[in-house]
C-alpha cells in the first residue's frame, strides 16, 4: 500500500498577475496587470511571497472576479485571500458589490488582508454612509468565513466596529512585511544637498487639487537629479504610448504629461513589476510625496521616504506603521515646508523600523488565527521566492517615448504589427464561423405552416370554430 501523499494547501489570491509572470511593457499595459494602480502589486506580489511554503502554493486570480467560477474554485482551492487598499469608498462599490457575490457562493475559507475605507485627512466617515449596506454585506460574507477581517488602519477599525462588526483586527498593509520581521532604512546624517538623487510621486487629484503641482515645480528647480514615478495605467500610457484619451490627460502639470519639462527631460519612470521599481530606488537618498505605495517601495528598498497625507487611506496607514509623514494640506501652503532637505532632516524612522518586529508579529497572528502558514515562520523566509525572481529578466520602468531611438520604434511597431495581425486573424475566424452559421440555417427548412394556418390561406378570413 503506497503512503499517503499530502498535497500542499492552495491558495488562490486576488491579485493582478503572478510575481513570476513577466510581461512586456505593451502586454502589461494592454491586459492593465497593474489594475489601474502600480501600487496594487507591491502589496500583491508581498502576499504572494509572504503565504508561499512548502506546504501552501499560491496561484493568481488575475484580477478576475468571476461570480461563474465559484463552483470551480470551491473545488480547486483550499482559501481565496484577499488583499485590500482603500476598497470602502464610493468608486470602488460596484467592485465591491461584485466580490461579495462571488464570496457568498464560496464553501472555503476567505481571508482579506489590510482593507481600508477612504475619506479626508479629518477621519469624517459621513460620506461613506451611502455605501455603508454594500460595505456591511461584504464584511458579513468575510466573516462568515474567516475568524477575523484586517484592516490597514485605526480609522477603518473604528469604522467597522461603529457598524457593529467586533472581529476587526488592525495589521497594516502586507507590503511592508516583504521582507519579514526585519526593515532598514538608511539616513546619513549630513542630510541631502542639491545633487542629491529625490523620488518624487503623487496622484492627479493631488496634483490638481491638493497642491502638489507647487510642489513638484518648485522641487524640479532646485534638484536636478528628481525623477517623478508615477503609478496609474494613464501615466504608463502616456510615457510609452502618448496615449492622450484618458481623462488624466487633462491634467498637464503631472511630470506625467508630455507638456511638462521633467517628460522633455527623461525624468519620469512607471514601472510594472514591483521588483524593478524597489531595486531602481535602492540607489536614492530620498522619496516623498502622496503616494502610499511609492514611498513603501523607497522603504522596502531602505531608502528614506516621507509620505504628504491627502486622504485617510494614507494617514492611518503611516500612523499605524509609523511612517514619516506631513499633511498634504498644510505643507503644500507653505513652500519651504515641503522642501526635500526640511523634511528629510525632520523624519525619524526609529518608530518605523524599531517596533516593525512587533507589527510583523501580529501580522503573522493574524493568519495563523485564520489557518495561513507563513514564509518566515513555517517556511525558508522566502529564499526560494527571491531566487526564482532573479532568475527572471523583467522589463525595465516604463520611460518617456522623447527619442527617435530606433530600437525603442521597433520594440512599439513590432508589437502594434503583431497585434494587428492577431486581429487579422480573429476577423478571419469570425468571417468563417458567420458564414458557417449562415449556411447551417439556409439548410434547415422552414417549419411547416400549422393545419389553422393552411385553412385559414384558404378561406381567405380568420376562422371562428364557434360559428
Not at 462568515?144 to 488592525?170: H, N, Q
Not at 494617514?315 to 494640506?329: A, G, K, S, T
Not at 458557417?436 to 371562428?464: E, Q
Amino acid at each position: 500500500m503506497s503512503p499517503t501523499v499530502r498535497h500542499p494547501k492552495r491558495i488562490l489570491l486576488r491579485s493582478g498577475k503572478s510575481p513570476y509572470d513577466v510581461f512586456s511593457v505593451e502586454q502589461a499595459l494592454h491586459q492593465d496587470v497593474i489594475a489601474t494602480n502600480s501600487g496594487n502589486l507591491i502589496f500583491q506580489d508581498a502576499a504572494h511571497k509572504i503565504l508561499e511554503t512548502p506546504d501552501t502554493e499560491v496561484f493568481s486570480n488575475g484580477g478576475r472576479t468571476e461570480v461563474s467560477a465559484a463552483a470551480r474554485i470551491n473545488a480547486e482551492y483550499d482559501a481565496f485571500v484577499v488583499p485590500l487598499a482603500n476598497a470602502f469608498r464610493p468608486s470602488f462599490e460596484v467592485a465591491l458589490q461584485r466580490l461579495t457575490r462571488l464570496i457568498s457562493k464560496l464553501r472555503i475559507p476567505v481571508v482579506v488582508l489590510g482593507v481600508g475605507a477612504q475619506t479626508g485627512v479629518g477621519y469624517d466617515a459621513a460620506r461613506l454612509k451611502r455605501i455603508e449596506p454594500t460595505v456591511r454585506a461584504f464584511c458579513s460574507a468575510v466573516l462568515e468565513r474567516s475568524a477575523s477581517i484586517g484592516v490597514r488602519g485605526e480609522f477603518t477599525e473604528t469604522y467597522l466596529r461603529d457598524m457593529g462588526f467586533k472581529d476587526v483586527e488592525v495589521i497594516g498593509c502586507p507590503s511592508l512585511f516583504m521582507y519579514g520581521r526585519e526593515l532598514h532604512v538608511r539616513k546619513d546624517d549630513a542630510g541631502l544637498t542639491a545633487e542629491s538623487r529625490i523620488a518624487i510621486n503623487g496622484s492627479h487629484s493631488a496634483v490638481k487639487k491638493q497642491g502638489l503641482a507647487r510642489i513638484i515645480s518648485r522641487t524640479h528647480e532646485q534638484y536636478p537629479n528628481l525623477r517623478f514615478i508615477g503609478q496609474n495605467l494613464s501615466d504608463a500610457r502616456q510615457l510609452h504610448w502618448r496615449d492622450m484619451s484618458d481623462p488624466n490627460a487633462a491634467v498637464t502639470a503631472i511630470p506625467t504629461h508630455p507638456d511638462h519639462p521633467m517628460y522633455r527631460e527623461d525624468k519620469v519612470r512607471v514601472y510594472v513589476d514591483p521588483i524593478t521599481w524597489i531595486d531602481e530606488l535602492r540607489p536614492f537618498d530620498f522619496s516623498f510625496g502622496s503616494r502610499i505605495h511609492g514611498n513603501i517601495a523607497a522603504l522596502l528598498a531602505g531608502t528614506p521616504a516621507t509620505v504628504l497625507c491627502g486622504d485617510s487611506r494614507t494617514l492611518e496607514l503611516c500612523r499605524y506603521f509609523e511612517i514619516p509623514h506631513q499633511r498634504l494640506d498644510k505643507v503644500a501652503k507653505d513652500p519651504e515646508a515641503a522642501d526635500p532637505a526640511r523634511l528629510y532632516e525632520q523624519a525619524d524612522f526609529s518608530g518605523l523600523t524599531g517596533n516593525h518586529a512587533e507589527r510583523f508579529e501580529r501580522f503573522t497572528g493574524f493568519l495563523d488565527k485564520n489557518g495561513l502558514q507563513n514564509t518566515f515562520t513555517h517556511g525558508d523566509g522566502g529564499a526560494a521566492f527571491e531566487k526564482r525572481m532573479r532568475s527572471l529578466s523583467f522589463p525595465p520602468g516604463v520611460r518617456p517615448w522623447n527619442d527617435t531611438d530606433l530600437a525603442s520604434l521597433t520594440t512599439r511597431f513590432g508589437w502594434l504589427h503583431t497585434q494587428v495581425g492577431e486581429l487579422s486573424k480573429d476577423n478571419d475566424r469570425l468571417r468563417r464561423e458567420l458564414a458557417r452559421s449562415k449556411r447551417v440555417k439556409d439548410a434547415v427548412p422552414a417549419p411547416a405552416a400549422s393545419v389553422y394556418r393552411r385553412a385559414r390561406r384558404v378561406v381567405g378570413r380568420a376562422l371562428n370554430p364557434g360559428k
